[in-house]
Antibody, heavy 117, light 110 residues
């Protein structure tokens, strides 16, 4: 069974940083692109970033470029999202998703990031 | 690519059919010949679940009352007979061009 477990969310002040983690199990992690998506409270869904199987390619939505960094450790079956210079508008539930644009299928339960003073 | 869904709210009757429309601002045929149009269901309090990929392919475990169709810029999700467990918000998403973009969501309620 595919499982994706996110952690690392919480309350942070504007300008602060957080690091999200996603631990994967139930599939060959190194064989799949992985992605982060988010959903602001009561709002729709937004693609944030994705990363190639071996970590050599990353893509970001314009609103987070230069502030967020996606990475992965295939030995630990774990994906990360380092979020710096956080803004109020980054407040959302962040989801780990197996796959990329073409084949994203399973979603984790999400972790809530709240940016507020 | 802007994705536009209609309606945004869909009152349904149990056992009756339902249909959701999704239009894209650009054609979604990829350079590899595939059309990356996906439908997700988000039940209240849950994460999204993929129902349909590449326009019309149903995911494993998805009831066959769900079907997807369309081409070019116009796509449709149909539920042949609505059941109580189908309540939730349905999103279309294009994955042909980065970044993937979602429709606003259609809230299905009994």
């Amino acid at each position: 069974e595919v499982q994706l477990v996110e952690s690392g969310g919480g309350l942070v002040q504007p300008g602060g940083s957080l690091r999200l983690s996603c631990v994967a199990s139930g599939f060959t992690f190194s064989g799949r692109w992985m992605s982060w998506l988010r959903q602001a409270p009561g709002q729709g869904l937004e693609w944030v970033a994705n990363i190639k199987r071996d970590g050599t390619e990353q893509y970001y939505v314009d609103s987070v470029k230069g502030r967020f960094t996606i990475s992965r450790d295939n030995a630990k079956n774990t994906m990360y999202l380092q979020m710096d210079s956080l803004r109020v508008e980054d407040t959302a539930v962040y989801y780990c998703v197996r796959g990329g644009l073409y084949d994203g299928d399973h979603w984790g339960q999400g972790t809530l990031v709240t940016v507020s003073s | 690519v802007v994705m536009t869904q209609s309606p945004l709210s869909l009152p349904v009757t149990l056992g009756q059919p339902a249909s959701i429309s999704c239009r894209s601002s650009q054609g979604l045929v990829n350079s590899d010949g595939n059309t990356y149009l996906t439908w997700f269901q988000q039940r209240p309090g849950q994460s999204p679940r993929r129902l349909i990929y590449q326009v019309s392919n149903r995911d494993s475990g998805v009831p066959d009352r769900f079907s997807g169709s369309g081409s070019g810029t116009d796509f449709t999700l149909k539920i042949s007979r609505v059941e109580a467990e189908d309540v939730g918000i349905y999103y279309c998403m294009q994955g042909t061009r980065w970044p993937g973009t979602f429709g606003q969501g259609t809230k299905v309620e009994i």
